[in-house]
């Protein structure tokens, strides 16, 4: 099963409830907000994408098919921008 983790070639910095995140290779900057703040704090081990989908429900007290529709194209996003790895 197909598994998303933090990428090694990413340094990071806590900022109130924002997260800011350095590509050592790209130089690229990302701030993530609070949800991407716990996304990305979870994915410390690999997770599933099921997995991040579940914990966040479970985190917002929200319907799955919800967190399903806003997480999916937000993981994608960080493993285009090579800031998540694939672990299979």
């Not at 007290?61 to 806003?70: A, K, W």
Request: overall charge negative; some cysteine; aromatic content about 14%.
């Amino acid at each position: 099963m197909e598994s998303f983790k933090r990428s090694s070639k990413v340094s990071f910095r806590a900022a109130d409830d924002e997260l800011v995140l350095l590509h050592l290779e790209t130089g690229n900057y990302y701030t993530l907000n609070e949800t991407g703040r716990h996304i990305w704090e979870y994915c410390s081990t690999p997770r599933s994408l099921n997995e991040i989908i579940e914990y966040m429900a479970s985190a917002y007290t929200l319907p799955l098919s919800q967190v399903q529709s806003d997480i999916v194209p937000y993981v994608q996003f960080l493993y285009q921008e090579n800031l998540f790895e694939k672990k299979y």
